[in-house]
């Protein structure tokens, strides 16, 4: 099997956090939020920030980036402690991990527009930092694609190979990341759990979609068998 690196996005994707990211992300930007009307969905937090900020007429420098992301961070713990009702592991999500790490000469990571902070903080609520070593994180870079290169070339380097030497997979749910795989030239595994249908998600033609990793052929498709 080909050197292979797997970057999986974190919400929609692996997990649902119902809704504290989004809720600990208001609280951040303040009264900024009301310019916080759209989608976050595939979307890197410092993209989030200066898009709010921007629609709400806030001038945007590095620094109020940087201090509305600490804020961010810091409410974001007591949101994830908070929820109750819908902070879950999607389905199929644990069976296609134990299958990706059993694989020689595989890297398993992160491409996630969460910072790494904030992934780690989401993530230890449902115990699977511990499943992912590396990554492409949103404080890599603001624009999705490059974090995505980023984490393929830390995966690449762990496999002791260059990113153009191995098959990189990257598994997401929204049409940003469709478009960041593409970027890259790297595969993309589309998946229905998140907020975009199958026929949304359909229209990006990614190589291999699933309304999630249930899906018999889910395995197959990871593990290019």
Do not use: W
Not at 3 to 8: D, G, K, S
Not at 48 to 76: D, Q, W
Not at 82 to 98: P, R
């Amino acid at each position: 099997m080909k050197p292979t690196v797997y970057l999986f996005d974190i919400d929609g994707t692996l997990i649902s956090t119902g809704g504290a990211g989004r809720r600990a992300m208001l609280t951040a930007l303040g009264r900024a939020a009301h310019g916080a009307s759209f989608s976050f969905a595939g979307m890197t937090d410092r993209m989030i920030v200066r898009k709010a900020l921007e629609e709400a007429g806030v001038e945007v420098t590095e620094a109020t980036i940087n201090a509305t992301i600490a804020r961010y961070l810091e409410r974001l713990t007591a949101e994830v402690a908070a929820e109750t009702v819908e902070y879950l592991v999607h389905a199929g999500i644990m069976e296609a991990l134990d299958a990706v790490a059993a694989v020689g000469r595989s890297a398993v990571g992160l491409g996630t527009g969460n910072v790494e902070r904030g992934a780690r903080i989401k993530l230890s609520r449902v115990s699977l930092n511990e499943r992912f070593d590396f990554g492409g994180f949103g404080c890599d870079a603001e624009d999705r694609s490059e974090l995505i290169r980023i984490g393929a070339e830390r995966g690449a380097a762990r496999l002791g190979q260059t990113r153009e030497a191995c098959r990189v997979v990257v598994i997401g749910d929204t049409p940003r990341d469709i478009a960041a795989a593409r970027a890259i030239g790297a595969e993309v595994i589309a998946v229905a759990t998140g907020m975009v249908s199958v026929d949304g998600l359909a229209a990006h033609d990614p190589d291999h979609l699933f309304a999630d990793l249930t899906d018999r052929a889910a395995l197959a498709a990871l593990l290019n068998s």
